[in-house]
């Protein structure tokens, strides 16, 4: 051994590395140019070794065995220390290199990875990585709030079976080929949750290829939930429809109210002339067959011009605007006028309008216009289910008024095909419709008069298999 010394010397010399040889009371008996030139930076060399020095060369020594990586700082300078004993000999290497570089990469990758940690356990994304069949391999804890499960239960299913079965033929292609050839995809589509429900998912996803050949070996995929998003845009779509909508139907009231005054002119001159007719026709004191058809003609143009005029009037009274006026009114005669409104409507279909009104019946304090423009409003809604239910065969609507606790029930019944309890929850809502050239407002404007009323307008099934519209309104106590 003694003769590898000189040997082992001429080659530590030229170790980059700070080194010494010592005895087996940790007392240098050779040191290279590395550590002599650390030794000049700092006068006291025990500034630089381990303060247990000695204790870790005597157990090396006596135990035979390496001490690896003690730890020592001096300033700003970090070294490791490693402990070598010679065989044979109570000799041991002291081999110290600069760590400093090294510790400060440690510390800032510990700093990344608890950034890391923090940001991926605490957003609100989902961030997930899955093989390149689409299998998830891992996923943030942000699964639990979006699809309702755990990472732990995501890993090993495939992404494609949480697609919405129309949509997964196309999505699988479409992801497949965009991260082949692109590298990247941001596509929304649905994906259900654990509750069986189906999501809008927006997610972008990156593939990460092999180095040298180019392969996707990873997708790594960030998801954010965009279902409240779609509903409130969808609303907001509704909403500026529903106002375009409004402004039409505002400027078609005002071209009814001109149109409507309008015709008042040609509506008066043919009563005026339908009278002055009439006269000359008994002046003329005629007896034959002739003059008394002639007569009868004028009569029926002067009533049913006088019915025409009357509804314009209607027409007019409903567009006008101001303050509603409340009068107290029979339930059973305003029914009955407004059946003889719709009443040739009704006979083009083959419809018959059943009238049944209980005897004594409370009067009501209500717009008449308004309450008769509901009335129209039901009747006609069921005469278009009776035409649709039996385009070649007569039917019937029921409308029976009687006393209900104090209320006055009206209620409109019809023969027609019926509708679902869904159906009937949007019944009511403004242009909402099941007619291809409707409107969607009579019942929701129907039902806003009968409220302002008091009352209560409800739509139930029949047992007829139809649709019954029930009108509730108080009646003025005696």
């Known amino acids: 051994m003694a003769d590898l010394l000189p040997t082992l010397h001429e080659l530590l010399q ?6 010494m040889l ?3 009371a940790g007392e240098p008996m050779f040191r290279n140019t590395a550590l002599l030139q650390l030794q000049a930076d ?3 060399l025990s500034a630089w070794l381990p303060h247990n020095h000695a204790e870790l060369v005597m157990a090396a020594a006596r135990q035979q065995r390496a001490i690896e990586d003690v730890h020592t700082r001096c300033g700003n300078r970090h070294l490791l220390w490693s402990y070598i004993p010679l065989a044979q000999t109570a000799q041991v290497w002291v081999r110290g290199r600069d760590a400093t570089r090294w510790l400060q990469h440690q510390q800032e990758a510990t700093v990344a990875r608890r950034l890391y940690h923090l940001i991926i356990e605490n957003t609100t994304d989902l961030i997930s990585r899955h093989r390149p069949d689409g299998r998830f391999i891992d996923a943030s804890p942000a699964s639990w709030n979006m699809l309702g499960v755990w990472p732990e239960q995501l890993r090993g299913e495939r992404l494609d079976s949480l697609f919405h079965p129309q949509e997964r033929e196309a999505l699988i292609t479409r992801f497949r080929s965009a991260l082949e050839q692109d590298g990247y995809l941001t596509y929304s589509y649905r994906i259900r949750h654990a509750s069986g429900e189906y999501r809008w998912f927006e997610t972008a996803s990156r593939a990460i290829r092999e180095t040298y050949t180019g392969e996707v070996v990873e997708v790594i995929s960030v998801s954010r939930d965009i279902t409240e998003r779609l509903q409130s845009e969808e609303h907001n779509r509704r909403l500026q429809d529903e106002l375009a909508h409004a402004a039409r139907l505002a400027t078609l009231g005002e071209l009814a109210s001109g149109i409507a005054h309008e015709l008042n002119q040609p509506l008066a001159a043919i009563l005026n002339y339908a009278g002055a007719s009439q006269r000359y026709l008994s002046q003329l004191g005629s007896d034959e067959p002739e003059a008394e058809r002639v007569e009868h003609g004028l009569a029926r143009i002067s009533e049913q011009a006088e019915h025409a005029a009357a509804v314009i009037r209607r ?11 409340l009068q107290q009114v029979d339930a059973a005669v305003l029914a009955h006028e407004a059946v003889g409104l719709c009443a040739w409507e009704a006979s ?3 419809v ?5 009104a209980a005897p004594g019946l409370p009067l009501l304090r209500v717009d008449p216009i308004l309450l008769q423009q509901v ?3 039901l009747l006609r809604n069921a005469i278009d289910a009776n035409r649709e239910q039996h385009p070649q065969h007569g039917s019937q609507v029921q409308l029976n008024i009687e006393e209900r606790d104090g209320q006055v029930c009206i209620e409109v019944i019809d023969q027609g095909a019926g509708v679902s309890a869904e159906a009937r929850e949007q019944l009511f809502v403004p242009f909402y419709t099941s007619k291809v050239d409707g409107l969607g407002l009579g019942l929701s404007m129907s039902q806003g008069i009968v409220e302002g009323f008091g009352g209560s307008l409800d739509a139930l099934p029949a047992d007829t298999g139809g649709l019954c519209l029930r009108c509730l309104l108080p009646a003025v106590s005696t």
Do not use: C, T, W, Y
């Not at 030229?14 to 080194?19: E, G, I, T, V």
């Not at 027409?315 to 006026?325: A, D």
């Not at 018959?352 to 049944?356: A, N, P, R, S, Y």
């Open 22 to 24: 010592v005895n087996a």
């Open 14 to 19: 030229s170790d980059p590395l700070p080194m």
């Open 352 to 356: 018959q309008i059943v009238e049944k």
């Open 375 to 377: 009335l129209l409003n």
């Open 348 to 350: 083009q279909h083959q």
């Open 315 to 325: 027409l007019r009274g409903f567009l006008r605007k101001g303050s509603r006026r």
């Open 42 to 44: 700092n006068a006291e």
